[in-house]
């Protein structure tokens, strides 16, 4: 379990983390979400001790990180791919990392198994694409089999095939019953794989709850309906205090869950209909819903501004 409390960063006049309380608990995979410069990386850093929190505390079964004895045996990190010396083999890397924590030679051989990396485990690191450097990092946080593991990024730089890997591995280290923290840009994966969200905005925190509360908290919900009597059907859900509001492509839509409802009227008055879907939003566009007001940096569409342009922009302040 990792626990924090009140946790906050600051640089200077610029507040990184403000005062995040959440808990993160075993037996599920909880999602870390926030848009660029919101913290996370401030925050997991400041769990592993890499960073000093300005106020408040962060434990990890209830000690700080440099309480613990043999670090790796308690809780696994990737935090950077490129983290391991370039001049080591990937053998030699996790070796290094096996004896100051006190781990057996052996759970390198088991570890670098698990990530399909056996076959270069003598191969030096600096010539490994990024997917390898990132099986490498995973090799890593597996390495003390720790009861909490804690990702950053984790599937940059993978195929298809080593996304899903990954995915899998998550779920299967989380129904172990262990503390499982994940943080990725990649909505669709993360809709795939976390079970719990902790979102973040400008350091402070949006949103601690389930998947599926999440979505429908932070979404639309509706029914689209097609039919080619759609003037009759628009009378009859009128009758029946339903209000449809007509879409561009000819359809029509009923806000909140009401699909049963409406087919067993349009049953009851033999209307045809074409289409009767329930329609719910995605992860991102609940996301981005949600993070709208706190996002640090914005791109905006339109006519494209000369290089001449800009440099009198910058040269006004």
Not at 1 to 30: C, N, S
Not at 129 to 150: E, K, V, Y
Not at 158 to 167: A, K, N, Q, S, Y
Not at 277 to 284: G, H, N, Y
Request: charged share 25%; glycine share 10%.
């Amino acid at each position: 379990m990792i626990e924090l409390e009140g946790l906050t960063k600051r640089y200077g006049e610029k507040t990184a983390v403000d005062q995040l309380t959440f808990t993160v608990r075993p037996g599920i995979v909880t999602g870390f979400l926030g848009p660029n410069g919101a913290g996370k990386s401030t925050t997991m850093r400041m769990i592993l001790g890499l960073d000093r929190p300005t106020a408040g505390d962060v434990r990890i079964d209830g000690r700080h990180y440099d309480e613990l004895k043999d670090p790796l045996t308690s809780i696994g990190a990737l935090l950077e791919a490129k983290g391991a010396h370039p001049g080591r083999s990937a053998r030699n890397h996790l070796l290094c990392l096996a004896r100051s924590n006190g781990i057996p030679d052996r759970r390198v051989r088991e570890v670098l198994d698990t990530v399909g990396l056996t076959a270069v485990a003598r191969k030096k690191v600096k010539g490994f694409s990024l997917g390898m450097g990132q099986r490498l990092g995973i090799a890593a946080a597996l390495l003390g089999d720790p009861r909490i593991l804690m990702f950053d990024e984790p599937v940059n730089g993978l195929d298809p095939e080593g996304i899903h890997w990954v995915r899998t591995l998550m779920k299967s280290l989380a129904a172990e019953g262990r503390t499982v923290f994940v943080s990725s840009h990649l909505m669709s994966e993360m809709a795939l794989t976390a079970d719990h969200l902790i979102v973040i905005g400008q350091g402070r925190l949006l949103a601690d709850t389930s998947m599926a509360d999440f979505i429908a908290r932070n979404s639309r919900s509706y029914v689209r309906i097609r039919s080619p009597q759609r003037e009759r059907l628009l009378d009859v859900l009128h009758q029946a205090g339903i209000t449809a509001v007509e879409s561009g492509d000819g359809t029509l839509e009923v806000d909140g869950d009401k699909a049963e409802h409406i087919g067993e009227l349009a049953a009851r008055h033999q209307l045809v209909l074409h289409e009767l879907s329930p329609q719910q939003a995605s992860l991102e566009e609940a996301f981005m819903q949600l993070t709208a007001e706190s996002v640090e940096y914005h791109a905006h569409s339109g006519t494209p501004v000369s290089p001449q342009q800009w440099g009198d922009d910058w040269k006004k302040g």
